[in-house]
């Protein structure tokens, strides 16, 4: 990062390090042990010394993400998916950067998956917003600050929160309109358990706090791009059904530290079949439509749907979301998508991933439902627009 642009420090409490940064921070994530242990028990003692030896040799951030981290996601990709496609409409990854707003299914691997992307055909990576409660690790915030994250702090006093959305909403637009790098940040602050992928206004009101003009030109000035993101297998899958019947049966539930790491993990680590990443056009012609004299908040409502429809219709079908809207809606709508082998074998999936939901009075009929909707609702978002 540009000091100058930093504003004398403004930015250092959200910011991705610098390159005069890498080598300090790479030294206490050594010095962690229980990151040590557990690229240790990932690796192996011997792998873990020497990808521990290379990682001292590493001065910028650029480096480490080209010999470290995206060689790792490409790793992740083969070993656990079965496929990675990808379409961009109107994107010039080489001459612009763009402000990407997507649903999302995995906050640590959706934004590398499309770091590996945008490096791989423009030789430039990207920005990524992450909310502090992930960052529950010293070693975890280090790990996400040295692969360009920048950080959302959500949990603030009011007007400490509002003055960190300021400088969260100025430092997303100078990366994009003064450094000339590209941002990517979720549509909603936590991914819809259910998969019904809607934009949270409050987003686009923290992005549009900054800048000059009205809302819309405010906006249209980031270049905003929406993309889709669909799994043909979420591994999280059993893990947001039994949230769901949680918060049902405890509207005060919340999640420990220690499940947002098994999320994490199981997200990484599980299969996945294939991925895929579709980009939208940008939405600058869609804000100019958008009528000014409305109160703001009907405009930031009107925007989001413009958002939401264009996720919507970029979603990649797979024959697990075909079939799960036909077992949800006891129909054969879509049965010319899928075979009867198919069938059976996701109904089986469905089955055994709820097997693993460990909670005390498990409501099956709720689970099993909530399962099939994570798969379904893409189908049926995709079929409102």
């Known amino acids: 990062m540009d000091c100058a642009n930093n504003m004398e420090g403004r930015f250092d409490n959200i910011r991705s390090y610098a390159d005069n940064e890498v080598k300090d ?33 590493i001065r910028s951030i650029e480096e480490l993400q080209k010999s470290v981290s995206l060689p790792y996601v490409r790793h992740i990709l083969k070993h656990t998916g079965s496929g990675l496609s990808w379409k961009a409409e109107n994107i010039d990854f080489n001459r612009n950067s763009y402000l990407f707003i997507s649903n999302h299914r995995d906050i ?50 009011p007007k400490e929160l509002l003055e960190s959305s300021r400088i969260m909403s100025e430092y997303i637009r100078m990366r994009i309109c003064s450094d000339a790098t590209s941002v990517w940040i979720a549509q909603r602050e936590g991914r819809a358990k259910d ?6 206004k409050s987003v686009l009101k923290m992005i549009a706090m900054s800048g000059e003009g009205s809302v819309v030109e405010r906006l249209k000035s980031l270049n905003i791009v929406p993309l889709s993101i669909n799994y043909e297998y979420d591994p999280c899958d059993y893990l947001k059904a039994k949230e769901l019947q949680l918060k049902r049966d405890c509207p005060e539930y919340k999640k420990t530290k220690e499940d947002d790491m098994l999320s994490m993990s199981t997200g990484i680590q599980g299969f996945k079949g294939h991925i895929d990443f579709t980009f ?5 012609d869609q804000l100019e439509q958008i009528d000014q004299t409305m109160p703001a908040n009907r405009q930031f409502a009107e925007i989001a749907q413009i958002i939401d429809n264009s996720i919507f219709t970029g979603y990649k079908l797979f024959s697990t979301n075909y079939i799960a809207y036909d077992l949800l809606k006891d129909t054969d709508t ?3 998508k899928y075979t009867q082998k198919e069938k059976e074998e996701f109904r089986t999936y469905i ?35």
Not at 28 to 55: M, P, Q, T, W
Not at 195 to 200: G, H, K, L, V, Y
Request: glycine letters at 4%; proline letters at 5%; hydrophobic letters at 40%.
């Open 25 to 57: 921070a790479i030294c206490e994530l050594l010095n962690d042990k229980e990151f040590s242990y557990h690229v240790c028990s990932a690796i192996g003692r011997f792998k873990y010394l020497v990808f521990k030896n290379r990682l001292k040799k």
């Open 108 to 157: 640590i691997l959706d934004p590398s998956i499309l770091s590996v992307l945008l490096v791989k055909h423009s030789g430039t990576g990207v920005e990524i917003a992450i909310g502090d409660n992930l960052l529950i690790k010293p070693w975890i915030r280090h790990i996400v600050r040295l692969n360009r994250s920048f950080i959302v702090h959500r949990s603030l006093p």
């Open 195 to 200: 998969s019904n992928d809607r934009t949270q």
């Open 280 to 284: 939208s056009a940008p939405i600058t």
């Open 334 to 336: 879509y049965a010319d």
């Open 351 to 385: 089955d055994n991933q709820i097997k693993r939901i460990d909670i005390p009075n498990p409501d099956y009929g709720f689970l099993h439902t909530k399962m099939l909707e994570i798969y379904a609702n893409i189908v049926i978002n995709q079929r409102s627009v």
